[in-house]
Structure formats: structure tokens, C-alpha cells
């Protein structure tokens, strides 16, 4: 299970004492998750979710407590950071980045229909409109084009030959059109909209977790992301009426542009080699570790399926 950092009761208990929320009346460390420890928590004042941070600079954590403090706002459905009775946000535990939230109702689903995934368009929507413009909290993602360019230059030379040539034309299709991505329009975006990040209550959509790949990016890049994990069939071909579902409700509420349409299929591509390149990279680090590691297969096979992309992105000229 992923929890990389073991915690004893009585520090638990020091460490929640300054949130004034009661006593802890009990604790369990999360199994899901494959980056960051979580524990659930329950206090005599309702129901948390503990995170240690154990991936990314620690400078780097008043973006997320900012960006999910700016959501909440918005009455967008998302965790965000508790203060203790003396404000502080950001605290730490045994020398990690330590946040208290809110546990939001309800369960991750594995099979998503059409009526999910349009739900999930539509928030995908509201989230980018709530932090586009001047609303937008710049942060360089540290996975972005030029790490996947390098990441993937270096991984060429593990591969055999088949994986090797479609990795090479993807990282060349990056270089030729990086200028074009990275001049789409803009927001915060979560950056890791997998059905395991979004909750459900029956067909309900309860909210969005886990915003610890969250920067400032091409929203295409986003739905992009999305749209593989929720759309994607068992060979790894986009379902044509999922697809339509999400990209229907999303553009609903933020139409597509033309430059963004032109680059859809590109997009689909890239957001395979993100995936693709972080999970052999966690497949190497955590080989043998009792870490849950996403099968990187499964992104390699995406990418070769979204060689042809039968599902445009629905755009009014
Ligand atoms: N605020 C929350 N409310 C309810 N459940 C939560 C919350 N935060 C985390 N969880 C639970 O903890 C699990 C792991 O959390 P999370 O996805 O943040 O971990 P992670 O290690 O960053 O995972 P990932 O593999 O997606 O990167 C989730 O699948 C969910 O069940
Ligand atoms: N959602 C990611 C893991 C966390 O970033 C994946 O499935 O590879």
C-alpha cells in the first residue's frame, strides 16, 4: 500500500491538537494513491483526509493551498486546506509538507458511462472559468513538454523497437509543434482528471481530488488528460459516445477554439507520453516497493490508438 510515511497515534494527536476540531477518535492510512501518504481521520468534529506531500518542493505548496482556497470560492466541489485555530495552512509532519482537508462523500467509479463523463466536462469547465486571466496562479508544471522531452529522449534506449518508434515520433511531434501548444488559451488546470481523482455518489458527481499535478497550462491539455483515463475503452480506443458526452458538456460551457481544434489530436498524444513516461519512471523507482504502480502499457497502447483520432472536438466555426 502507498503509505510511505508510517505515523504513530500520539504524534497524530499532537500534530491535530492545534486544529481544535475534538479528539481523534480514529485513523487509516490510505492504500490508494501512488504518489502522495494519506490517512483518513475522524475527529469528534466530523470526517478528515491527512496528506504528506512526498513528491515536488516544498515551495512549491502555497500554490495548491491558493489555488484550492480560490476554487472553494467559487463553490466548486473540492477539498481544501483546514487552518489551525492560529491560521496556519501549511504545516509538516515528520519533515514533509502535512495539509488537513475536508473528506468528500462518496467513492471513485471504475466503469464511467456517458451521463460521468459529461459531469465531468462540465466541472472541467467550471474549474478552467474559475482560473482563467487575471484569475490564473502561475505554476510551471515540473512534467510539462521540456521534461517529456527529456525524460523521453533518455527512456528511448530502454524500449524495444516497436515502443521505441512511436515514442520517437511523439517527441518529435512535441518539438515541431511546441510553440503552437504552448500559445493555447490558458487556466489553472488539474493536470490528473483520472476517474481515481473524481468522487461519486451513485451517478452524482460529489467532487475533485488530488490537485498535486495542478500548474498554470493549455487547457486543451487538461480535457486532453481527461478525456484519455474516462473515454478509453479496454484496447484503448476513444468511446466515441463518452467522448462526445464530456466534450459536449465542457464546450457548453467554454466553446473550443479553432487553434485548439486543430491541435486536438496532437494533444491526445502528448497527454499518452506524460502518462506513459511518469509510470515506467514509478515502475524503475518503486520496483519490488509494496507502491501501487499504474501499468505503463497501458498509456503505450493509448498513444498507438491515437495515431488516427476519430472524435473531433466539437467546434463552431
Ligand atoms: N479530500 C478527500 N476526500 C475523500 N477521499 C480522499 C480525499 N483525499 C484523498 N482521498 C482518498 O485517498 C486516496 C488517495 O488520494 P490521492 O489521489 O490524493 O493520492 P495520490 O497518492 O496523490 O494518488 P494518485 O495516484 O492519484 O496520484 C483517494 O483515492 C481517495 O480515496
Ligand atoms: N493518474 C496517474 C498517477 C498519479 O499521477 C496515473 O494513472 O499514472
Known amino acids: ?42 475527529l469528534e468534529q466530523g470526517e478528515f483526509v491527512l496528506t504528506l506531500v512526498e513528491r515536488g518542493p516544498v515551495q512549491e505548496m502555497p500554490f495548491f493551498i491558493d489555488l484550492l482556497d480560490v476554487l472553494h470560492e467559487a463553490d466548486l466541489p473540492v477539498p ?48 478552467h472559468l474559475a482560473t482563467q486571466g487575471e484569475r490564473m496562479i502561475k505554476r510551471k508544471t515540473d512534467r510539462g513538454l521540456d521534461w517529456m522531452q527529456e525524460e523521453g529522449t533518455e527512456f528511448l534506449s530502454h524500449l ?3 515502443p521505441r518508434a512511436l515514442l520517437q ?30 468522487m461519486f455518489e451513485g451517478t452524482h458527481l460529489t467532487g475533485l481530488i488530488d490537485f498535486y499535478n495542478a500548474c498554470s497550462g493549455p487547457m486543451l491539455y487538461d480535457v486532453a488528460i481527461a478525456l484519455n483515463d474516462w473515454c478509453s475503452d479496454d484496447d484503448g480506443l476513444i468511446d466515441g459516445p ?56 497501458e498509456f503505450e497502447q493509448r498513444l498507438a490508438q491515437r495515431q488516427q483520432v476519430h472524435t473531433p472536438l466539437p467546434f463552431a466555426l
Open 160 to 162: 524495444s523497437d516497436e
Open 169 to 198: 515520433k511523439a517527441l518529435d511531434e512535441i518539438t515541431e509543434r511546441k510553440e503552437k501548444i504552448l500559445a493555447l488559451p490558458r487556466a489553472n488546470i488539474h493536470a490528473d482528471l483520472f476517474r481515481d481523482n473524481a
Open 80 to 127: 481544501y486546506a483546514l487552518r489551525t485555530t492560529d491560521g496556519v495552512a501549511l504545516r509538516e509532519l515528520k519533515g514533509k509538507p502535512a495539509l488537513l482537508q475536508p473528506r468528500l462523500s462518496g467513492k471513485h467509479i471504475k466503469v464511467a458511462n456517458a451521463q460521468h463523463c459529461a459531469q465531468v466536462g462540465e466541472l472541467q469547465a467550471h474549474l
Open 242 to 297: 463518452r467522448a462526445r458526452a464530456f466534450l459536449g458538456a465542457y464546450a457548453a460551457l467554454r466553446p473550443f477554439t479553432a487553434a485548439e481544434a486543430e491541435l486536438w489530436p496532437t494533444m491526445l498524444r502528448v497527454a499518452c507520453v506524460r502518462f506513459w513516461l511518469s509510470r515506467l519512471i514509478a515502475a524503475e523507482q518503486f520496483a519490488g516497493q509494496d507502491v501501487l504502480i499504474h501499468d505503463p502499457k
Open 1 to 42: 500500500m502507498s503509505v510511505f510515511t508510517p505515523l504513530a497515534r500520539p504524534e497524530l494527536e499532537t500534530f491535530l491538537a492545534p486544529y481544535g476540531l475534538g479528539r481523534l477518535l480514529d485513523f487509516q492510512g490510505i492504500a490508494a494513491g501512488s504518489e502522495n501518504t494519506n490517512f483518513f481521520i475522524s
